[in-house]
């Protein structure tokens, strides 16, 4: 019985979940389509940082640069080798389209998703939820940063 309990309680699932990294995830555009670029931070179970991730990604939409944060997080966590991915992600559209409540209408985007999908496959675990966007503030920070330097570079 005891045995029954333990693999009720501590199935590999349960322990990928506790163990997983947590991205969270961002991406602006100013102008919508303009600058654009998206940061994520990484944190391990522990809440300590593993990474910081960020790049300029030119003229492109809010959308397009959401996607390509969650693109970086999955990328991350496939070639680190992490099991395990839990992203936070203040898109209410990129959320719900990952979690299938939304289709992906846009031909540029619906590329983007099935990357993200072909990269979620590989893991063992994965989750994806909305956050209010105070709770998004360093992947914000980070996304800011970047269209910061490359306007005050350009001038």
Known sequence: MEKTQKSLFDS????????A???NI???????????????VVRNAKGE??????????NQTNNFAEYSGLLAALEYA????YPSLK???????LVKQMKGQYRVKNPGLLEL?????????????????????????EADR??????????SGTR
């Open 12 to 19: 590999p699932a349960s322990r990928a979940a506790a163990n």
């Open 113 to 137: 998703y099935e990357r993200a999908r072909a990269l979620v496959r590989k893991l063992e675990h994965f989750s994806i939820d909305h956050v209010l966007r105070e709770y998004n503030r």
């Open 87 to 93: 992203v936070l992600s203040d898109s209410e559209l």
């Open 78 to 81: 496939v070639t680190e080798k």
């Open 49 to 58: 940082l593993l990474a910081e991730l960020a790049a300029y990604l030119g």
């Open 142 to 151: 980070l996304v800011n940063k970047v269209l910061d330097s490359r306007s």
């Open 26 to 40: 961002d991406g602006g555009a100013r102008g919508n389509p303009g600058p654009a670029a998206y940061g994520v």
């Open 21 to 23: 990294i947590k991205a």
